[in-house]
């Protein structure tokens, strides 16, 4: 079943984008003798068990009823209220916000099993004893989340407290956690066949390729399955240089394309380089970035909300767009031989904190590679499967067609698998020697892909896509103009990034400190999102698919009385 969406109430909502009233009064666990007895009767089912009504809508109607005939404010209705209980199994907050102080979460009647595992203790313990270092570094939160279970956009920790999932395990979650029509297809090929490899026939891996193939403009019409993004990027690299016969390749600064010894040199950001020789044949050039870059105006993107960067260009005319091209030719002069192997790019960034490039530039990008000799990459691992909104493929926004696409993350809602499409002519450059990978087209990993893409043209999560994104952008944007530290909001669909800064006049990035207090403060209130750009400056908006127009609006007020909260602490 899916998840119940509440109904607005017949009151007059309250904006999301006002502050947040002080309220005086106290908190309903508290003090119910003096209100009316159908609130006491309220209380009594919320401080019992509130799964036990799973009607959220009718606890706020029936608590704004109470107030009114208690002569007193308990709630709000409208599509984002202050509710006297977040719809999560409320923790106390690092501010310490009274329960009715925090916008309402919306309903979902998904009911998580108990967790009966590990304590937090332990698995802490043994995250420090005998897993990747590196995990403790890159562990979200000064409290961790410990989680439990997932259903469509909603996560579960291990106390029972419920998060809207805004991250989607890093753009990967397509179609919602565990979206019953996947699980069903796993669980069907799971009792068949877990495991061959290609140098047998079998069905699902062809079911698969065929299926995915019509998804894709001619030539790109031959696929290379692989199990993550950065080996699809990898192959990538290597389809590239012997197609060509050269070996220099070119990305953009703050691009994030794997982490294997080969795509390091591909990624251009300081966080993810180690202290030894790498790179090699690889260039990074000026990223176009239109906000943070030299040159920007605010008719450059191809997105409901542009920068407000002033600018005189012309209808159609894009004066950063020239002087980004006139960047990349510099490199071309100076830092390459006159043939290259290839360019990669993503359509939109994704670790760079969803960096978006003029109008047209990738056009012109792409004929001049294609001058020198190289093959026009495209990695759609987080911008594919209709997460733009706009377009199945983020390439398509751009108007151009790419010589190979990767691709990874949404393709499997999770389940590790990647692909590189290509074309005839450059696969049969590939036949010079043996290309095998035993786990690549995996029967459960096609049944599952398989059915992400049904699932994607089933439940309209494109559509989705665009009609919710583009939603929280214009949102988004009012509260741009109305706090000083958000510096821009960009992105189609639902790959968004809020770039936060010291001020608008500076552009300079907001601190670590500062981020991190905003950031734990949207997680207190049951709201998951990511963080990036090259200094970690950019909150990473990137939802699983299905969330609802309401899902949206709770968590615009969970933001804005975030940034509010963070701006009165300041002073500000």
């Known amino acids: 079943m899916l998840p119940v969406t509440s109904q607005p109430g017949s009151q007059t909502a309250r904006s999301w984008t006002d502050p947040p009233e002080t309220h005086t009064h106290t908190h309903t666990h508290t003090n119910t003798k003096s209100l009316h007895p159908v609130c006491q009767l309220l209380g009594r089912w919320r401080e019992s068990d509130s799964s036990l009504l799973n009607m959220s809508y009718v606890k706020s109607r029936t608590a704004a009823r109470c107030g009114a005939l208690a002569g007193r404010s308990l709630c709000r209705t409208g599509s984002a209220k202050f509710h006297l ?9 690092a501010f310490k916000y009274p329960s009715y102080d925090v916008p309402e979460m919306p309903p979902c009647s998904f009911k998580p099993e108990e967790y009966k595992g590990m304590s937090k203790e332990h698995m802490m313990e043994i995250r420090r004893r005998n897993c990747n270092p590196m995990t403790m570094k890159v562990t979200y939160y000064k409290k961790p989340v410990f989680t439990h279970q997932g259903y469509m956009q909603w996560l579960w920790d291990v106390d029972g407290k419920r998060y809207l ?19 069903a297809a796993a669980e069907k090929q799971l009792k068949r066949l877990w495991h061959t490899t290609s140098i047998y026939v079998y069905p699902t891996l062809h079911e698969y390729c065929e299926k995915l193939a019509s998804y894709l403009p001619d030539p790109l019409k031959v696929i290379y399955l692989t199990n993550s993004g950065s080996e699809a990027n990898d192959l990538a690299m290597l389809m590239a240089r012997l197609h060509t016969g050269n070996y220099d390749i070119i990305t953009f600064r703050g691009s994030y394309h794997g982490g294997s010894p080969q795509t390091l040199g591909l990624t251009s950001n300081t966080a993810y380089k180690y202290p030894i020789a790498n790179g090699l044949g690889c260039t990074n050039t000026m990223c176009p970035d239109v906000f943070r870059g030299p040159w920007g105006g605010s008719h450059c993107r191809d997105s409901p909300v542009q920068t407000t960067r002033e600018c005189s260009c012309a209808q159609g005319h894009c004066m950063a767009n020239e002087q980004y091209i006139g960047q990349l030719k510099e490199t071309f002069a100076t830092s390459v031989p006159n043939r290259i192997a290839a360019f990669f790019g993503e359509p939109i960034q994704g670790v760079g904190g969803a960096v978006q490039y003029p109008k047209n530039y990738l056009k012109e990008a792409y004929r001049l590679v294609r001058e020198r000799g190289g093959v026009c990459i495209a990695d759609e691992v987080q911008t594919g499967f209709g997460r733009t909104g706009t377009h199945f493929w983020g390439f398509q926004g751009h108007g151009v067609i790419p010589d190979m696409v990767t691709m990874a993350k949404g393709i499997g809602n999770g389940f590790p698998m990647g692909a590189v499409v290509t074309t005839p002519e450059i696969a049969a450059s590939f036949g010079q020697g043996v290309h095998f990978n035993t786990f690549a087209g995996n029967p459960v990993a096609c049944a599952v892909a398989s059915s992400v893409l049904d699932t994607i043209s089933e439940d309209g999560s494109q559509q989705t896509s665009l009609k919710v994104g583009n939603y929280l952008l214009t949102q988004l944007a009012k509260l741009r103009d109305k706090y000083e530290i958000i510096g821009d909001v960009r992105g189609k669909g639902l790959m968004i990034g809020v770039e936060m800064v010291k001020d608008k006049a500076s552009r300079d990035p907001l601190s670590p400190e500062s981020m991190s207090e905003i950031f734990e403060d949207v997680k207190e209130m049951g709201v998951l999102i990511g963080k990036g750009g090259l200094y970690g400056q950019t909150f990473r908006i990137k939802p699983p698919m299905c969330i609802t127009m309401e899902d949206a609006d709770f968590f615009l007020a969970v933001f804005n009385k975030s940034v509010h909260n963070y701006m009165e602490r300041r002073g500000g």
């Open 85 to 93: 209980a977040s719809g999560a199994s409320w923790q106390k907050s």
């Open 165 to 183: 999932d805004l991250f989607a395990g890093v753009a990967t979650v397509s179609v919602g956690h565990c979206h019953p029509k996947v699980t």
